[in-house]
Nanobody, 123 residues
Framework: QVQLVESGGGLVQAGGSLRLSCAASGRTFSRYTMGWFRQAPGKEREFVAAISRSGSTTYYGDAVKGRFTISRDNAKNTVYLQMHSLKPEDTAVYYC????????????????WGQGTQVTVSS
C-alpha cells in the first residue's frame, strides 16, 4: 500500500508559478506510475500529468501541455508538478495518485490517492 501526501499549493497571481510535491510512503515508490489530477469546483476530476516508474516517459493533459512539468525523485519517494504561466482556469484541488500499472492517463486505473492540495490562481 502507498500513502500519498501533497504539498505546495497556495494562492498565486495569473502568470505565476508553483511547484507541487507529493511524498509517498514505503520503499517501493519506484514500482509505481505516478499521476496528477485536478478537480475544479462543479467540474469532474481531470487528468493533468503522469510519469512512468523510471521517469523516462511523461504524459500531459492538453490544458497544461507546455506549461506544466512532472518529474520524480525515486530516491526521495517524491513526485513533483512544476507549474508555470498559471491561469485562473488552473484553479482546482490537485491530487497525486499512484498505480502499479504502466503509465496511463486513466483515472480509474490509479489505486492510491492523496488528499489533495488547493491551488488558486487570481486574475
Amino acid at each position: 500500500q502507498v500513502q500519498l501526501v501533497e504539498s505546495g499549493g497556495g494562492l498565486v497571481q495569473a502568470g505565476g508559478s508553483l511547484r507541487l510535491s507529493c511524498a509517498a510512503s514505503g520503499r517501493t515508490f519506484s514500482r509505481y506510475t505516478m499521476g496528477w489530477f485536478r478537480q475544479a469546483p462543479g467540474k469532474e476530476r481531470e487528468f493533468v500529468a503522469a510519469i512512468s516508474r523510471s521517469g523516462s516517459t511523461t504524459y500531459y493533459g492538453d490544458a497544461v501541455k507546455g506549461r506544466f512539468t512532472i518529474s520524480r525523485d525515486n530516491a526521495k519517494n517524491t513526485v513533483y508538478l512544476q507549474m508555470h504561466s498559471l491561469k485562473p482556469e488552473d484553479t482546482a484541488v490537485y491530487y497525486c495518485a499512484a498505480t502499479p500499472r504502466s503509465i496511463t492517463t486513466v483515472e480509474s486505473f490509479f489505486d492510491y490517492w492523496g488528499q489533495g492540495t488547493q491551488v488558486t490562481v487570481s486574475s
